[in-house]
């Protein structure tokens, strides 16, 4: 079955280093990419997303590209800040299987002031 | 629009009890999903409706049932509790059918604990 697999945290930086969090993934098919940031004691939101090989998603300076060949959904924001300290998600969906969304088990981020 | 709300936010059970943990949207969603969250693990589905009169399950839905009257509740009862399920359990809606594909509104969260 489809499958999602996150570095693993916690991963603490300093605000304004740049922030790499690997993601790859396995699915028949065509699925859609996604990342869902959860802040602390809230329900997760969606983040960015890319539908289709070569797309990149981006939001709040977060930026990731589907790449079909290295099975691959990475995030990066070059300059972290305080307020992006959160767990990070990523997901696929419509790979072929069953209509639900796949998570990663999730990377905790701390930055430090 | 209060978006996705659940009830409660917290709640301690005994082994063996019952509950219904409630969720509602006022978006007019088609698709309704309910996840739990454990460490490590990320979350995982339990039960979805891709519509009203409609459910279907997902990777994990022993001890769970659901059903969708109407478009906007989709409760998730828990039938007999057990220490295992403990954990925190998320609601979701996005639109379509298809929606799983979409993005996926999530509530609040409820954080359950069985003894």
């Known amino acids: 079955g489809d499958s999602v697999t996150q570095m693993e945290g916690p991963v603490t930086l300093s605000e304004e280093a740049f922030l790499t969090i690997n993601c790859t993934y396995t699915?028949?098919?065509?699925?859609?990419l996604f990342w869902y940031v959860q802040y602390p004691g809230e329900g997760l939101q969606l983040l960015l997303k890319?539908?289709?090989?070569?797309d990149k998603g981006s939001n709040k300076g977060f930026e990731a590209t589907y790449r079909k060949e290295t099975t691959s959904f990475h995030l990066e924001k070059g300059s972290v800040q305080v307020s992006d300290s959160a767990v990070y998600f990523c997901a696929l969906s419509g790979g072929g299987s069953a209509r639900q969304l796949t998570f990663g088990s999730g990377t905790q981020l701390t930055v430090l002031p | 629009n209060a978006g996705v709300t659940q009830t409660p936010k917290f709640q301690v059970l005994k082994t063996g009890q019952s509950m219904t943990l409630q969720c509602a949207q006022d978006m007019n969603h088609e698709y309704m999903s309910w996840y739990r969250q454990d460490p490590g693990m990320g979350l995982r589905l339990i039960h979805y409706s891709v519509g009203a009169g409609i459910t279907d399950q997902g990777e994990v839905p022993n001890g769970y049932n659901v059903s969708r009257s109407t478009t906007e509740d989709f409760p998730l009862r828990l039938l007999s509790a057990a220490p295992s399920q403990t954990s925190v359990y998320f609601c979701?809606?996005?639109?379509?059918?298809?929606?799983?594909?979409?993005?996926?509104?999530f509530g609040p969260g409820t954080r359950l604990t069985v003894l």
């Open positions: 979701a809606s996005s639109s379509g059918s298809w929606g799983y594909s979409n993005e996926q509104f």
């Open positions: 699915a028949t098919g065509y699925p859609s």
């Open positions: 890319a539908t289709k090989a070569d």
